[in-house]
């Protein structure tokens, strides 16, 4: 297995950048379709707009069924089609992504991620998560290339609701521990590869950058302000951890969020939280320093992320064995860990993860 590391063609962060759309994608083409969630349509389409004044390009903003299903994503093949579009943009949160990566890779055109929040990682990857059109999941599509180009507008990213902030801290903080699992297994990463040095620094930074910079963001957003650490936060959530868990790999942190999932209390618990309290399991089942788990705990009560059951939905215990299964499925990046984990294993790190977290809040 031969080391691989990959990332967007281009990424472009800072106040207003959307008013400088055109002058980072003018080589891409001279004909745009933006896939817009509601709010992106709202927030984006006037500076979008306003970046091409005086131009010939072409734009079209098409407000999408807000679920990157297989029905949504034809739907949008169609527009490209019949308006002769030459570049697919995607102006929102995670669905319009990968509906946009979808329609996009699917035409043969080149692909710009525009986010609105920075939930998760997404903008950054070559994946989509695809569902049917009844809202059950399909099929993770893995691209052949990464965007080729991913622009942040942080003013647009602080003046939203600071949970979204919150959440991508919580994918991000699984990252630096994913890829470390990986990385003693020699497991492939996300792009099926070796895992390089590169990728490691770029795990290790985005998680001292949460350290660092975190609770300091996450106060700024709260006031609707734009600071240095937002700054440092919103490329942690983006850059950082979509570049380091692309090329990094997987392990316990995702597979938990995969197996909670089916379990209905946790329906409304966003992807970042499931992660985070992930995270903990693993260290657990590591059985890393509690200096180590002590410093994942306080962050996570800094900033507003789980560290019980109960801050995920979950009131009771016996529930949990349905998500160990589910997480301990074939395939699952669980699989990743050093000796393997069992249904039963994770089922023991998660209540012990929940009664370590009690601990600290009782405290």
């Known amino acids: 297995m031969l080391n691989l590391m990959r990332a967007p063609a281009k990424y472009v962060q800072g106040k207003d950048a959307f008013l400088e759309t055109n002058e980072n994608t003018k080589e891409l083409g001279k004909s745009f379709l933006f896939v817009c969630s509601n709010s992106g349509y709202k927030q984006g389409k006037p500076k979008v707009e306003q970046s091409f004044a005086g131009t010939n390009v072409k734009l079209i903003f098409e407000v999408f069924s807000g679920i990157s299903s297989t029905g949504e994503i034809k739907r949008i093949q169609n527009i490209i089609r019949e308006n002769k579009i030459e570049v697919v943009g995607a102006i929102g949160g995670g669905s319009a992504i990968d509906t946009a990566k979808a329609a996009a890779y699917y035409e043969g055109l080149p692909v710009v991620i525009m986010p609105t929040v920075v939930a998760t990682d997404a903008p950054c990857t070559g994946l989509s998560v695809i569902y ?190 349905i998500a160990a299964e589910k997480a301990c499925a074939e395939g699952e990046t669980i699989h990743n860990m050093l000796g393997d984990v069992t249904p039963d294993q994770l089922f023991d790190a998660l209540l012990t993860a929940d009664a370590i977290g009690n601990d600290f809040v009782e405290y």
């Open 132 to 321: 049917n059109d009844d809202g059950t999941f399909n099929q993770y599509i893995f691209y052949p290339k990464n965007p080729d180009a991913v622009i942040v507008d942080s003013s647009i990213i602080a003046k939203a609701p600071v949970k979204f902030l919150i959440a991508g801290m919580g994918d991000a903080l699984g990252t630096y521990f994913e890829a470390r699992a990986c990385y003693q297994t020699n497991s492939p990463s996300l792009e099926n590869g070796g895992i390089t040095k590169s990728a490691m620094a770029l795990c290790k930074l985005c998680y001292e950058t949460l350290l660092n910079d975190g609770y300091k963001a996450k106060v700024s957003v709260e006031q609707g302000l734009l600071t240095p650490a937002v700054e440092s936060i919103i490329e942690a959530n983006t850059y950082l951890s979509g570049v380091g868990a692309d090329n990094g790999g997987l392990a316990v942190s995702h597979s938990v969020y995969n197996g909670f999932t089916a379990l209905e209390e946790c329906e409304d618990t966003m992807h970042g939280s499931l992660v985070a309290f992930g995270t903990i399991a693993q260290l657990i089942l590591e059985n890393a320093s509690m200096e180590e788990i002590n410093q994942v705990i306080r962050f996570c009560l800094s900033v507003g992320l789980p560290v019980t059951l109960k801050d995920i939905g979950v009131t009771n215990p016996e529930r949990v064995h």
